[in-house]
């Protein structure tokens, strides 16, 4: 598929596209749900770790 302008960023958003969903099929398919986030979704699971990572550097920078 050739898409003129696109080159590498039609690369790189196809790559994250198809990580986004290992990692979600990951997440649903094996036990790491309940060991990690303790039966939490994958949404809440990645906010959780998004507000975690900002509240650490929120507390590095004063």
Known sequence: MRIPGLGCLKGCLFTVVLLVIASWLIW????LQDWVAQG?????????GISGVTDWFKDLSG
């Open 28 to 31: 649903e398919l094996t036990p």
């Open 40 to 48: 939490k979704s994958y949404w809440e699971a990645i906010g959780d």
